[in-house]
């Protein structure tokens, strides 16, 4: 995932969140680990299928929304 905007502004602490993936209604249990200052690695507790370069992954610490990133193939 690219260009993560957050909402408080600074990337969450925490990497245990959840994260929806496109515009479907299923969230999921990931890690998230930062990779440099616009990348971030995402791995899913689950497959997913239909994940595409382009849409957007929006991240969850329970019911707080953080923000929302680009998902992309680098």
């Given at each position: 995932v690219s260009d993560c905007n957050w909402l408080t502004g600074i990337?969450?602490?925490?990497?245990?969140?959840?994260?929806?993936?496109?515009h479907g209604?299923?969230?999921?249990?990931?890690?998230?680990?930062?990779?440099?200052?616009?990348?971030?690695?995402?791995?899913?507790?689950?497959?997913d299928q239909g994940i595409a370069p382009g849409q957007?992954?929006?991240?969850?610490?329970?019911?707080e929304c953080l923000g929302a990133g680009i998902i992309s193939n680098e």
């Open positions: 990337a969450p602490t925490n990497t245990d969140l959840q994260v929806k993936l496109r209604k299923h969230i999921y249990d990931c890690v998230v680990v930062q990779l440099d200052a616009t990348r971030w690695q995402v791995t899913l507790a689950q497959d957007f992954a929006v991240f969850y610490e329970g019911q």
